[in-house]
């Protein structure tokens, strides 16, 4: 998928149209009382194990009236507006599992750096040239998605950045979104020194020579300089920002999106936006709980657990996220095995794992108080804390049914995880767009044998899971299809084949976008199947991702996207 900066504000203008003809109450009272039939094309409804389609959908009032005959549909809404799909194919809107709303938002303030940027940076030049043609916001010029591996000549370095921009703080954040780098102005900026006190986790680089900074910042250093360069900034802002993430995920198909580590902040806005009607796409919202102010938010909660903000719409907080550890392609993915390369890290370095006792403490409460959690897990050390936690939580309060507890990331879970997965009903939530980009790192920080077993789908799927797929953006690019290809062919940027044995049909992989996301949420009654009395979310592809060549699902693009009725993207 291609996102510059360009496209950034093109959705946002194109978002801003379409939020200003859904504000009109004529507008909207006209297209809701208005009814569509669609036919002649593939309509895979995803509501069985196996592929169905049926000739044509109707659509009234916002929700799925008929799905079946074209005649019977023409008769279940009377006189309708007819599309014809001409051949393309039709789904139920993607609902994500695992994102970043607002901070893929925020981001929007910046310049993309990443592999699917419209001009992705091939060179320091590619991405000085980018970062020179961005107007500073709050003062900085910030890029998003850097991956230094991707440049052929080598990552940029503070000497280079000084010489292209000897005044202007410059920050660039990688993909990872955990750590960066900043310019000589940047560190001025900040008020960094070689003596600042390095928060934990993080660190703060300095040259093993000389004792000077190197404009590199990790984990807890690089979070907080990032606030402090974007800055606050008025809820005409946030709202533009919104508005051109919602363009941007419209695009790919989402109708419901997820903002998971959220802030109290971010809830106001949020709320306010569906108060005004800036936006139409449902957001998941979900806080992370990892310290003392986060606990608070979750124990003094404001809203009603699994409930949208607005009727059956807006914003719903289903549950709270407890991490055990964090990304493997930074080496901090906690294992029972040691990493192979441990270069920069102690000998032996088998990543890294939060306390115990306060992981404990979260999922127990989440257990005792019947919330829904969401924990995040992704090297099997880790996933083996998520596990004992939620076993003792079981033991404490008891194995209430349907809890649909959720393990997301899950990269690097066993076999016999996965049984206790299954034992004790927990979902998984896997990313496979991960692979995709780091597969070939991994397989020097791992070995190719263990990397070979990042995401194992099929195993998920064979042990009786329903699992489900995400993109994580902004950590990976908001593509759907393109995580759809990654789960079915396991394809590295370099092209090779990790673990083919864990590839899932394209089905599967639909399921886990669609079908099986609604039901993580407490929605299968409402959304993840073309189903006559539902939501009618809908996304039209101009390519069949069941009948495409493999290698040939990441190229399929979304024509139309259909919110409660309503189109809220159509491509060109």
């Known amino acids: ?264 902040e971010d809830i106001t806005e949020l709320r306010a936006a569906f108060d005004q009607g800036v936006i139409a796409l449902d957001v998941i919202g979900m806080p992370s709980v990892s310290d003392a102010a986060t606990a608070k938010i979750v124990q003094d909660a404001d809203w009603t657990w699994g409930t949208y903000s607005h009727g059956d719409r807006g914003l719903k907080i289903p549950g709270y996220q407890v991490a055990t550890d964090a990304a493997p392609q930074l080496r901090l993915a906690a294992f029972t095995k040691p990493y192979l390369d441990t270069t920069g890290f102690p000998d032996g370095w088998k990543g890294m794992l939060l306390p115990q006792e306060f992981v404990e403490q979260w999922v127990g409460h989440a257990y005792a108080n019947g919330i829904q959690l969401f924990c995040y897990s992704n090297g099997d050390a880790g996933i083996d804390m998520s596990l004992a936690a939620i076993e003792k939580a079981i033991a404490a309060s008891g194995e209430a049914d349907d809890r649909r507890t959720i393990i997301a990331h899950s990269y690097f879970v066993r076999p016999d995880q996965l049984a206790t997965y299954k034992q004790h009903d927990i979902g998984i939530s896997m990313m496979p767009p991960h692979m995709m980009v780091y597969g070939d790192l991994l397989m020097k920080e791992l070995g190719p044998e263990r990397a070979s077993l990042e995401s194992p789908l099929a195993s998920a799927l064979a042990a009786g899971l329903r699992s489900t797929i995400h993109c994580d953006c902004p950590s990976a690019s908001p593509n759907m299809m393109e995580a759809v290809w990654t789960a079915v062919t396991r394809t590295t940027m370099s092209g090779q084949v990790l673990g083919p044995e864990e590839q899932v049909s394209p089905y599967a992989a639909l399921l886990g976008a669609t079908r099986n996301v609604a039901y993580t949420y407490r929605e299968e009654a409402t959304k993840g199947t073309i189903t006559a009395g539902k939501i009618a979310d809908l996304v039209i592809l101009d390519a069949n991702p069941l009948t495409a060549e493999p290698d040939k699902i990441k190229d399929i693009r979304v024509v139309e996207t259909i919110k409660r009725g309503q189109t809220i993207y159509a491509r060109g």
């Not at 297209?31 to 002649?40: D, I, L």
């Not at 916002?62 to 309708?80: C, E, M, N, S, T």
């Not at 699917?116 to 500073?136: E, G, H, M, Q, Y």
């Not at 960066?180 to 900026?189: C, D, K, L």
């Open 1 to 264: 998928m291609d996102i510059d900066r360009r496209y950034f504000l093109k959705a946002g203008v194109a978002a801003i149209a379409v939020v200003a003809e859904r504000d009109s109450g004529a507008a909207l009272a006209q297209e809701a009382a208005g009814a569509v039939v669609y036919f002649n094309g593939t309509i895979l409804t995803m509501e069985g194990d196996q592929p169905a389609t049926v000739e044509a959908v109707a659509v009234k009032d916002g929700k799925i009236a008929f799905a079946g005959p074209l005649d019977a549909a023409r008769v279940a809404v009377g006189q309708a507006r007819e599309v014809d799909l001409q051949g393309r194919t039709m789904l139920p809107g993607f609902i994500d599992s695992w994102g970043h709303f607002t901070l893929f938002a925020q981001q929007t303030l910046g310049v993309n750096l990443a592999y699917f940027a419209d001009k992705r940076p091939a060179s320091k030049a590619d991405a000085i040239a980018l970062l020179k043609a961005t107007a500073p916001f709050n003062g900085w010029i910030i890029g998003y998605g850097y991956i230094a591996s991707m440049l052929a000549d080598g990552p940029l370095t503070l000497a280079d950045l000084d010489a292209a921009f000897p005044e202007t703080p410059v920050m660039i954040a990688t993909l990872s979104t955990l750590t960066g780098q900043v310019n000589s102005a940047g560190i001025a900026r900040l008020g960094l020194t070689p003596d600042t006190k390095v928060v934990q986790p993080g660190e703060i680089g300095k040259d093993p020579r000389t004792g000077k900074l190197t404009g590199d910042l990790a984990f807890s250093p690089f979070l907080s300089a990032r606030v402090q360069a974007v800055g606050s900034y008025s809820q005409a802002q946030t709202f533009k920002t919104f508005r051109a993430a919602e363009a941007l995920l419209a695009a790919q198909g989402f109708t419901t999106v997820q903002s998971y580590q959220l802030v109290p």
